[in-house]
């Protein structure tokens, strides 16, 4: 079983248009992270929440930690081809020391 | 600054040969160290990690090892290699329960 549901799995979009990713658990993290990972490449941290209903922007990238600290968002405000890629979520602080579970990942296609 | 090295970054093996990657990280003490395996556009299955040398956990049952000689060196191997072995190998550190820094990757394809 997944502890992290990322959704949705595949999004294919143009240029300029918004768009959500969504992580999901019944578990609760003491942080989350999103990163972000280009083909052939190691993903890269973009960012860690760690406090419920912590809202993060990264430029026209926004991230949400759920108030329970179980869920979490990602929200892309006027895409741009550069931000295609694998998008990650990723849970620290379950029962398991040093652990981090994943999601399955967004696949992230923006057309210019 | 932290850094960490994976290598090779290609490999093409034949089934039933050894196999073996590694992984140094510089610029930290005692971190933790991950060995992941990645299909294709998807997400990380955890292979193994480790709190410290000596101190290795596997999370799935398969054909891989994994040993940590030093406290910044991490070795992932195998005695025979199977075709369902191919795949993208990713190498990462965190340290505590903190976000992870990943190596560049191996791809490998065994033949």
């Known amino acids: 079983t997944q502890l992290l549901e990322q959704s949705p799995q595949f999004l294919s979009i143009q240029e300029g248009e918004n768009l959500t990713v969504y992580c999901n658990s019944s578990?609760?993290?003491?942080?989350l992270q999103w990163y972000r990972q280009e083909p052939g490449e190691g993903p890269v941290l973009l960012v860690t929440?760690?406090?419920?209903?912590e809202v993060k922007k990264l430029k026209r990238l926004t991230f949400q930690f759920g108030d329970a600290r179980k869920d979490s968002s990602l929200h892309i405000t006027a895409a741009q081809p550069g931000d295609t890629g694998l998008y990650l979520c990723?849970?620290?602080?379950?029962?398991?020391?040093?652990?981090?579970?994943f999601g399955r990942g967004t696949q992230l296609t923006v057309w210019p | 600054s932290q850094t960490i090295h994976q290598w090779p970054a290609t490999l093409v093996q034949p089934v039933g040969s050894p196999l073996s990657l590694e992984c140094t990280v510089e610029g930290t003490s005692n971190p933790n160290l991950y060995w992941y395996r990645q299909a294709a556009g998807r997400g990380l299955q955890l292979l193994f990690y480790?709190?410290?040398?000596?101190?290795i956990s596997s999370e799935v049952p398969q054909n891989l090892s994994a040993s940590r000689p030093q406290d910044r060196q991490f070795i992932l191997s195998s005695k025979k290699l199977l075709l369902s072995d191919s795949g993208f190998y990713l190498c990462?550190?965190?340290?505590?329960?903190?976000?992870?820094?990943f190596g560049q990757g191996t791809r490998l394809t065994v033949v």
């Open positions: 929440v760690v406090t419920g209903g």
């Open positions: 990723a849970g620290a602080g379950g029962s398991t020391l040093g652990r981090l579970y």
């Open positions: 578990s609760v993290f003491s942080s």
């Open positions: 990462a550190w965190s340290v505590g329960i903190s976000e992870a820094f």
């Open positions: 480790s709190i410290g040398i000596d101190q």
